[in-house]
């Protein structure tokens, strides 16, 4: 028993198990919507998500990946509470620049805006992206200081009580998509409200924002913003521009492969979560040898755990589908296939880009989402363009990976002496290092 409680206790252990319990969540969610919502509405609410997630990972990239990259290494008290001051300065920044122009937006081309169904976006988001900000900031200072148990209980909170309200609503309220989107947003007021009531999200220190912390975060974030939200619309410009070119409908058909493909980025977020801060800390120690050490690790055992994972969901892939969406979106597994193939180059291209942030080279990481971004949006407008298919756009995700993985290990072959053969045999090595506790000894994190 004592072996056990180490073990769910381990950083690896807690990320990995709050993204299988949140991703079961967003699949539930999604099979509860694609019942309860016509085609059209469901397309409509896949916008706003879509939107959300753009503009999330905009104010990200400001705020989170500096916090997260400097405060990880930080040991000073001091220095730490005016990190965590510039960060919430900066939210708020952020946050009320993006409800000007949003609302802005939506009086100048409200006719455009309601055409192409982004109504939902325009209009709730704003409201939504000041409820998120305790949030948001509260979960970079916990993933920076590693308490991933924490990070568990709110979003856990956050995604429970959503899908709570989803299902009541399916069996008994059958109410429309305005209410579903009133939950949605209390289901983050009721996270952000009990973060601050913990007193996890530091909104006090507020008051030690000082202006070389804003600089300081300001020169990393320029970089990471850019690489946010080329990151996004890697994910989200397939959605928008489906959206444009084609119709409501489409979104919500090529949504459902989309969805699905998340269950294979559950250990790479999770991976993710605990390798970033420890390489951030690593680099800020000098200790370059660490930083390379742990990015063979966990990007060999990640890509070696795919190729078994993407094998198995390639055998299931009909009934994935057919079980998330249902018989109107059936079809759709052809899409999910192709996104397999994307899946096996995953771990190569993202733990390049982190390991790129946490070495304090955030422009040759936005300079490899750029590249990839380019690939994917010019890719989706010509397929779509001349042959209007989704498998077509999907096999444009494959190309843009394959972009990331070719450039950004030419960036850290140049900036840490990687070996891309290296990455194999560390990952096997650490594999059996996490595996050898079950068998023979204690564990030692």
């Given at each position: ?7 769910l206790k381990?950083?690896n252990?807690l ?7 949140f991703?079961?969540?967003?699949f539930?969610s999604?099979?509860l ?5 016509n085609k ?5 609410y896949i916008?706003?998500?879509?939107g ?12 989170s990946t ?8 930080a040991t000073d008290?001091?220095?730490q509470?005016?990190l965590?001051?510039a960060?919430?300065f ?9 409800v000007i122009i949003?609302?802005?937006s939506?009086i100048?081309f ?5 055409h192409k169904?982004f109504d939902l976006?325009?209009?709730?988001y704003p409201i939504?992206s000041?409820?998120?900000l305790?949030l948001?900031?509260t979960?970079?200072?916990?993933q920076a200081?590693?308490k991933f ?6 979003r856990?909170?956050?995604m429970?009580?959503f899908?709570l ?6 069996f ?17 007021l009721?996270a952000?409200?009990f973060s601050l009531?913990?007193g996890w ?5 507020l008051?030690?924002?000082?202006r070389?912390q804003?600089?300081?975060q300001?020169?990393?974030g320029r970089f ?6 080329g990151s996004?619309?890697l ?5 928008f521009?489906i959206?444009?070119m ?5 979104v ?6 989309i ?7 559950i250990p ?5 979560s ?13 200790d370059l040898?660490?930083?390379r ?15 078994p994972?993407?094998l ?9 589908v057919?079980?998330l969406g249902?018989p109107e ?6 899409i999910f ?5 994307y899946a096996i180059l995953?771990p ?5 880009g ?7 080279r955030p422009?040759?990481?936005?300079f490899?989402v750029l ?7 010019i890719?989706?407008i010509l397929?779509i363009?001349f042959?209007?298919s ?5 096999i ?5 990976a394959?972009a990331?993985v070719i450039v ?5 072959r ?6 891309v053969?290296q ?6 090595n650490y594999?059996?290092y996490?595996v050898k506790p ?6 030692h994190e």
């Amino acid at each position: 028993m004592d072996k056990v409680t180490r073990i769910l206790k381990t950083d690896n252990f807690l990320s990995f198990t709050g993204n299988m319990v949140f991703a079961f969540l967003g699949f539930a969610s999604i099979f509860l919507l694609a019942r309860t919502l016509n085609k059209t509405d469901f397309g409509e609410y896949i916008l706003y998500l879509s939107g959300m997630s753009l503009m999330e990972m905009i104010r990200s990239g400001i705020t989170s990946t500096p916090l997260v990259r400097h405060l990880a290494g930080a040991t000073d008290p001091n220095e730490q509470k005016r990190l965590i001051g510039a960060a919430w300065f900066l939210s708020i920044m952020v946050t009320m620049t993006g409800v000007i122009i949003l609302y802005t937006s939506l009086i100048i081309f409200s006719e455009p805006i309601h055409h192409k169904g982004f109504d939902l976006f325009f209009t709730w988001y704003p409201i939504l992206s000041i409820i998120i900000l305790p949030l948001n900031t509260t979960l970079s200072i916990l993933q920076a200081n590693k308490k991933f148990g924490n990070i568990l209980i709110l979003r856990g909170m956050n995604m429970g009580v959503f899908f709570l309200f989803l299902t009541l609503n399916y069996f008994w309220f059958h109410v429309d998509l305005f209410w579903i989107v009133v939950a949605h947003q209390s289901s983050f007021l009721l996270a952000g409200s009990f973060s601050l009531f913990k007193g996890w999200a530091s909104i006090s220190y507020l008051r030690f924002t000082t202006r070389q912390q804003v600089k300081s975060q300001l020169k990393f974030g320029r970089f990471s913003l850019v690489t946010q939200i080329g990151s996004n619309l890697l994910k989200s410009s397939d959605t928008f521009i489906i959206g444009i070119m084609m119709a409501a409908a489409d979104v919500a058909y090529y949504s459902i492969p989309i969805k699905l493909i998340e269950i294979v980025e559950i250990p790479i977020r999770s991976m993710v979560s605990v390798a970033f801060p420890s390489m951030s800390k690593a680099s800020r120690l000098n200790d370059l040898v660490e930083v390379r050490k742990i990015f063979y690790s966990y990007t060999g055992l990640v890509t070696i755990l795919f190729f078994p994972l993407t094998l198995f969901l390639f055998v299931l892939a009909k009934p994935l589908v057919l079980l998330l969406g249902g018989p109107e979106y059936a079809s759709s597994y052809v899409i999910f296939w192709i996104f397999l193939i994307y899946a096996i180059l995953l771990p190569m291209d993202r733990f390049s880009g982190i390991t790129l942030d946490a070495i304090n080279r955030p422009q040759y990481n936005m300079f490899k989402v750029l590249i990839m971004a380019a690939c994917n949006i010019i890719g989706d407008i010509l397929v779509i363009y001349f042959w209007s298919s989704l498998p077509g756009v999907a096999i444009c995700t494959i190309l843009n990976a394959t972009a990331g993985v070719i450039v950004g290990n030419l960036l850290l072959r140049k900036e840490l002496g990687t070996n891309v053969f290296q990455i194999f045999p560390h990952g096997w090595n650490y594999l059996k290092y996490l595996v050898k506790p079950f068998l023979k000894r204690g564990l030692h994190e």
